[in-house]
Nanobody
Framework: QVQLVESGGGLVQPGDSLRLSCVGS????????MGWFRQAPGKEREFVAA????????YYADSVKGRFTISRDNAKNTLYLQMNSLKPEDTAVYFC?????????????????WGQGTQVTVSS
């Protein structure tokens, strides 16, 4: 089992940047593929980005490709999401998630462990 805690959310203006972090504790962090999801009010949770166990492979939703970067530091048990050129439509609660196994995982039902979420609000 792994416990996940996100941080780094906040209120920013359009065009600004934020970096989210997700610290994992418990069993070996490197045994898990990781992902970021987000959920806006009244909408379903949607996939944002995924990364394999080593960080060597990544995958992004079309809506964030070229603006967001997912990365991980297994020595620090930490997952990151660098978000640049933020838009109002990026406003949501952002969740990190862990999936047993080593490949890229896109679908939320394939993730076993979730953090509590961190709010990102993009507004002028």
């Amino acid at each position: 089992q792994v416990q996940l805690v996100e941080s780094g959310g906040g209120l920013v203006q359009p065009g600004d940047s934020l970096r989210l972090s997700c610290v994992g504790s418990g069993r070996s962090f490197s045994n898990y593929a990781m992902g970021w999801f987000r959920q806006a009010p009244g909408k379903e949770r949607e996939f944002v980005a995924a990364i394999n166990w080593s960080g060597g492979s990544t995958y992004y939703a079309d809506s964030v490709k070229g603006r967001f970067t997912i990365s991980r530091d297994n020595a620090k048990n930490t997952l990151y999401l660098q978000m640049n050129s933020l838009k109002p439509e990026d406003t949501a609660v952002y969740f990190c998630a862990a999936s047993p196994g080593r490949g890229l995982v896109v679908r939320p039902y394939n993730y076993d462990y979730w953090g509590q979420g961190t709010q990102v609000t993009v507004s002028s």
